[in-house]
C-alpha cells in the first residue's frame, strides 16, 4: 500500500466515524434520535468548544499544567527507577530482601494511592507528580534490572578477557545493555507519566487536562469532555512521535523487525 | 611477573580436573586429570566429541572457570585471577552490540588506558587487516556471521596477547567462509606466532591449521588421550594443505581413534 493510499484511507476512517457521530445525533431515525445529544453531544459542538479553548488561549495553561506534570513524573520516576534497578541487580541479596514488597507495592492499583498524595502533597502539581512517579518507576525498575540481569554472559566474559575492571563493565555493558531495556518501554512510561497526570488532575486539581474534563463533566457539559478527549489524544500522539524519534536516535545500533542484513 | 625464562611453556595444564555442581546436588565430573602443554609460539588445536569438555578446558586457561583439582601455569606463573596474557576468541556473538565494528576492535585498548584518537586510528588500521576497513561504523547486526569473526579477531589481536584462546571460532559459518577465515587466521599468526589453544570439533580444520593436535575422549570425566604432531610445511594454504598425502595419512590415523570416541559420545547423548 502506498503512503497517499494509507493515508487517504486513515483520513477516510476519521471521516466516516465523524459523519455517523454527526448524523445519529443530529436527525432522528424512524422517529428516534439513536445518540441522544445531551449524552453524546455532536461533533460540531465539539469542534466550536476546542476552537473555542485555542481562541482564547485557555487550553495553553492546562495543557502546560499536565505537560510539566507528566515530565516531572517521567524523569523523577526513571532517576529512581534506574537507580534502584541497578543496585537490586548488582545486590542479589538486597533485591531478594525487598522482592516481596517491590511485587505488593506494584500489585497495588495506583489511583488508591492519589487521596493519599492529596493529603500529603495538596492540590498542586506534586501530587499528580507523585501519582506519574509511582507509575512510571515500576516500568523503569523492572526494565533495568532485567536489562542488567540478562547481560549475554558471552559477552560479559568477553569484556573481562578484554581487560575491563569493575567500573568499565559497568559503563560499557552494565548500563547500554539497561539503557536498551528501558529506552525499549520508553513509549509505555512515557505514557504512564501522562496517565498520572491526568487521572490525579481528574481526582481534583485546579488546572490541567484531568480538571478541564472533570470540570465540564461536573456541568453536564458533554461536548466540553468530548473536547478534553480529543485535545488529550492529540497532545499524547505529539509527545509519543517525539519519543519515536527520541528512540530512533538512541537504539540506532538495535536490528528492528524485518530487517535484512546487507 | 616471575618468569622462568624462555623455556616455560605459554599455557601448562596440570593434572585439571573440572567439576560442576549439578540442579540435583550431585557433581558431574567434567574433565579429568588433563595434562597438557603449550609452547610460546606454538599452534595446538584441541578436538573432541562434542560435549567433551574442550571449552571448559580453555576456560581454565582463561582463568574463567578455576579447576577442581590440580593448576593452571601461564608462562610458568600460577593462574589465581583472569589469564591477563591471553586473547579470546568465543563461539558465540561476543561483539558489544551497541557498539560499531570500530568501537568494538577500540575497546580493548581504551579500557587499557589508550587515549581514544589513538585507539581508534589502530583499530581502524585491524579492520583493514582482516578485510574491513569500510565497515568501521556498521554496529554488529548489520554485518553477517563472517564479518562479525573477523571483527572479533581484530578486537582480541589488537590488544596483542601473547597467548590466544579461541573456542570453536569458526564453527557456525559455512564451509567456504571457514576456510577464508583460517587463511586469515594463519596469515596473522604468522606474522608473530603466538601461542593458540584451538578447539574444534572438526579434523579437518585442527590439522590445517595447527602445529599439534590433542584429542579428547568423550565426557563425562573426558582425557586426553592423545597427541599429534603435525610437521606439514608452513605457511600453508588451507585448501592445499588439505590435497597434501601426509595430510590424508594423518587424518586418517587419528580418525582411527577419534571415531570411536565420537561413536560412544552419541550414545551418551541419546541414553541421557
Redesign the interface.
Known amino acids: 500500500m502506498s503512503r497517499l493510499t494509507l493515508l487517504t484511507l486513515q483520513i477516510l476512517v476519521a471521516v466516516v466515524s465523524l459523519a455517523i457521530w454527526y448524523v445519529f445525533t443530529t436527525y432522528p431515525i424512524f422517529g428516534k434520535m439513536l445518540l441522544p445529544p445531551f449524552f453524546f453531544s455532536n461533533p460540531v459542538d465539539v469542534i466550536q468548544q476546542i476552537i473555542k479553548w485555542f481562541a482564547t488561549g485557555v487550553i495553553w495553561k492546562h495543557l502546560y499544567v499536565t505537560l510539566v506534570e507528566a515530565m516531572l513524573a517521567f524523569v523523577i520516576g526513571s532517576i529512581g527507577g534506574v537507580l534502584v534497578g541497578f543496585w537490586f541487580a548488582r545486590q542479589p541479596r538486597t533485591a531478594a530482601v525487598f522482592d516481596p514488597y517491590v511485587k505488593m507495592a506494584n500489585a497495588l492499583p495506583r489511583v488508591v494511592l492519589a487521596p493519599i498524595f492529596t493529603l500529603w502533597l495538596g492540590l498542586g502539581i506534586w501530587s499528580k507528580v507523585a501519582l506519574g512517579v509511582t507509575l512510571v518507576f515500576f516500568i523503569v525498575f523492572f526494565n533495568v534490572y532485567q536489562g542488567v540481569k540478562e547481560v549475554?554472559p558471552?559477552?560479559l566474559?568477553?569484556?573481562?578477557?578484554?581487560?575491563?575492571?569493575e567500573r568499565?563493565l559497568m559503563r560499557?555493558?552494565y548500563w547500554?545493555?539497561a539503557l536498551?531495556w528501558m529506552f525499549s518501554s520508553l513509549h509505555t512510561s512515557v505514557g504512564f507519566a501522562v496517565v498520572g497526570a491526568v487521572v490525579g488532575e481528574y481526582l481534583g486539581s485546579a488546572a490541567g487536562l484531568g480538571y478541564l474534563i472533570q470540570q465540564a463533566e461536573g456541568v453536564f457539559d458533554v461536548a466540553g469532555v468530548f473536547a478534553g478527549m480529543f485535545v488529550l489524544a492529540a497532545f499524547v500522539i505529539v509527545i509519543d512521535t517525539i519519543v519515536t524519534m527520541v528512540e530512533k536516535r538512541l537504539l540506532?545500533?538495535?536490528?528492528t523487525v524485518g530487517?535484512a542484513?546487507? | 611477573m616471575t618468569s622462568t625464562g624462555t623455556t616455560a611453556p605459554a599455557v601448562a595444564l596440570n593434572g585439571v580436573d573440572v567439576a560442576f555442581r549439578l540442579a540435583d546436588g550431585g557433581v558431574y565430573r567434567a574433565v579429568e586429570a588433563a595434562t597438557l602443554n603449550v609452547a610460546d609460539g606454538e599452534f595446538v588445536a584441541i578436538v573432541g566429541p562434542t560435549g567433551c569438555g574442550k571449552s571448559t578446558l580453555l576456560n581454565i586457561a582463561?582463568g574463567?572457570i578455576a579447576p577442581a583439582a590440580g593448576s593452571a601455569d601461564i608462562f610458568g606463573t600460577r593462574l589465581a585471577d583472569?589469564n591477563?596474557q591471553?586473547?579470546?576468541l568465543?563461539q558465540?556473538?561476543?561483539?558489544?552490540?551497541?557498539?560499531?565494528a570500530l568501537e568494538n576492535v577500540a575497546?580493548?585498548l581504551e579500557?587499557?588506558g589508550t587515549p581514544t584518537a589513538e585507539a581508534r586510528a589502530r583499530a581502524q588500521d585491524w579492520l583493514g587487516r582482516v578485510g574491513l576497513g569500510s565497515f568501521g561504523d556498521r554496529?554488529?547486526?548489520?554485518?553477517?556471521g563472517g564479518q562479525r569473526k573477523r571483527v572479533g579477531l581484530a578486537?582480541?589481536l589488537i590488544?596483542d596477547p601473547k597467548i590466544l584462546l579461541m573456542d570453536e571460532p569458526f564453527g557456525p559459518l559455512d564451509a567456504q567462509t571457514r576456510q577464508i577465515m583460517g587463511n586469515l587466521l594463519l596469515d596473522l599468526w604468522n606474522a608473530d606466532r603466538k601461542a593458540v589453544l584451538f578447539v574444534t570439533h572438526d579434523l579437518e580444520e585442527a590439522i590445517a591449521l595447527s602445529d599439534r593436535v590433542v584429542i579428547m575422549s568423550a565426557g563425562p570425566a573426558a582425557r586426553i588421550i592423545g597427541d599429534w604432531r603435525v610437521s606439514l610445511p608452513r605457511p600453508r594454504d588451507i585448501s592445499d594443505v588439505k590435497l597434501d598425502p601426509a595430510f590424508h595419512e594423518l587424518h586418517r590415523e587419528i580418525w582411527q581413534m577419534l571415531k570411536s570416541e565420537v561413536l560412544k559420545g552419541y550414545a551418551q547423548a541419546e541414553g541421557r
Open positions: 549475554s558471552t559477552v566474559a568477553n569484556a573481562r578477557m578484554l581487560g575491563m575492571n568499565q560499557h555493558v547500554p545493555s536498551s540506532v545500533w538495535r536490528p530487517d542484513k546487507p | 582463561a574463567l583472569l591477563r591471553a586473547g579470546y568465543f558465540a556473538d561476543s561483539l558489544f552490540p551497541w557498539k560499531t575497546i580493548g579500557t587499557a554496529y554488529p547486526h548489520m554485518l553477517s578486537q582480541v590488544r
